[in-house]
C-alpha cells in the first residue's frame, strides 16, 4: 500500500474510532471527542524567525512545549540556509480530528508529540519512521540516555521502537500535613501501604476532617489509580499482541474492591463526588489525602504551600510497588518529501530538543524529563517533590502497546469503573461488560486480533 493510500485509510479509520467512542460510551470527554472540534481549532504556532531558505521540518504536539520556541530559534540560526522548523501547539482535545485531516491532505507534520499509545496506532498503519536511527543522528543513544521504564521491548511495534519518550509523571499520593498533624498523624510520614491509608484515613475521620480521602470515580482519576492498582495486584491491563483487555481478572477485581472498601466498608470516602471534587477539595485544604497524578502538585503550590502538603509515591495497595505512568513521546511521521538530508535534519533539531529544552519540561512543566543527562542538573533536582517523582518514573508502568488505548479503547472501562464505584453494577459486570465493550473497539483497530 502506497504512503498517500495509507494516510487515506488512517484517517477514515480514526474517524471511524470517533464515531465509536461517542456511540460506545455515555460520556464525550475523551481526547478523540468529536471530529467537529476541527471547527473550533486553537493551535497556537510559535515564533520560529525568518525562513532563509533550506528544507522545511514541521513540529506538531499536544506534549509540553516548555523551551521549544528558544530551541526553534537556535536551531533555526544555527542551520539557516540549510533546515528550517516550525512548531505548532495542538490542543489535546483535537489532536485526533487534526490529524485525521491532515494525513487525508498530506499535510501530515513531520515530527508529533503526544502520548505513547496513539503513535501504535499510526506505527501500526506504517506511518511512521523507525526512531533509534533519527535519534542517533542527533547525537542520542536511546538505551542509555533514556530510563528503562520509558524505553523498552515491550514499547516496541514488531521489535522495533518508533516513539521516543520526552517526559512522564506518575502516580502519586498527596496528603495534607496540617490535618495529619490535626489528626495526632505524624504529619511528615506519610502510608506506604494500602492498611496504612485506611488507617490513616480512619484516624483523619475520627478528628473531624470533613473528607478524609476522595476517590474520584471518573475517568480523569481512574485513569491513574485504577491501572495502578491492577499491576500493584499483579495484573495486566491489556495484551499488545492481540489487544485483547486483560483487566478482568482477579487483579482486576481486588483493584476496585480495595477502592470500594474506603466508600462503603470504612466509610472514609464520599460516594459519587462531583468530577474533579477531589482535586477542588484538596486545594481548599478540607481533605486529607487525594491520588492524582503527579503533575497536580504545580495546583497545589500554588493554592497552598509545600510546608502545608506532601506527595509520595502510590503506596503499595497491591502485592507489588507499581504506578501508572503519564508520558509525552515523539514520533515521526513519513512524509512524500523524506529525504536521508530531511530525516537527519529531524535527528539534529531532536538531538538539540532533547538538550536544551529537557530543563525547561522539569522546571516549567513539573514534570520528570526523559532524557536522563538532565536529570543531575540543579535546575531539575531542587525543583518541588523531584526525588518521589523521579521514583515514580522509575517504578512506573505505560499503557500497553495498544492502538489508542488510554484514550478511546480504553473510555468503555472508565464507564464500568465508575458504575461498580457507584453500585450501579457489581464488579464482576461492570468489569465482564467493559471487557467486551473495549473488545469491541480493538477489534476494528490495525494489527489487532483476538
Known sequence: MGKQSRRGV?????????????ASTKSATTPETSSSSASSTTTSTIAAGAYHGGIKISYEGFGSFAGVQQVVAAFNKKYSGKYYVSATAVPYT???????????????????????????????????????????????????????????AKLTVNG?????????????LFWNKQLFAKAGLNPNSP??????????????KKAGVKYPIIL?????????????????????MGNPSTCAALFNSTAGAKALAWEKSLIYTYHVAPVGPSTNEDLAQFTAGTEGMTILPAIDQGTFLKSMSEKKFGTDPLPEIGNNRADFLGQNYIWVFKNASDSASKLKGIGLFLGMLYRDSSVALAVQGGVV?????????????????????????HTGVLNPAIPNWGTVTAVPLYD??????????????????????????????PGCTK
Request: proline share 7%.
Open 10 to 22: 488512517a484517517a477514515v479509520l480514526a474517524l471511524g474510532m470517533l464515531t465509536a467512542a461517542c
Open 191 to 204: 502510608p506506604k501501604t494500602g492498611a496504612q491509608v485506611i488507617a490513616d484515613a480512619e484516624a483523619l
Open 216 to 236: 474520584g470515580v471518573g475517568k480523569g482519576t481512574q485513569d491513574f489509580l485504577y491501572p495502578s492498582l491492577v499491576y500493584q495486584f499483579g495484573g495486566k
Open 160 to 172: 522495533v521502537h518508533y516513539a521516543a519518550p520526552q517526559a512522564a509523571f506518575g502516580t502519586a
Open 369 to 393: 524529563p526523559s532524557y536522563k543527562p538532565v536529570l543531575t542538573d540543579s535546575q531539575v533536582t531542587s525543583g518541588p517533590y523531584f526525588q518521589e517523582q523521579d521514583a515514580m518514573v
Open 94 to 152: 483535537q489532536y485526533a480530528a487534526l490529524l485525521s485531516s491532515a494525513l487525508s491532505s498530506h499535510t501530515a507534520p513531520d515530527i508529533f508529540s503526544g502520548s505513547f499509545t496513539p503513535s501504535v496506532y499510526y506505527t501500526r498503519l506504517g506511518l511512521t519512521e523507525p526512531i533509534t536511527p533519527i535519534l542517533e543522528d542527533g547525537g542520542i543513544n536511546p538505551s542509555a540516555d533514556f530510563p528503562a521504564s520509558e524505553w523498552n
Open 416 to 445: 464500568y469503573v465508575e458504575n461498580a464505584l457507584l453500585n450501579r453494577q457489581s464488579i464482576s459486570a461492570a468489569l465482564a461488560e467493559a471487557e467486551v465493550k473495549t473488545n469491541e473497539l480493538t477489534s476494528t483497530l
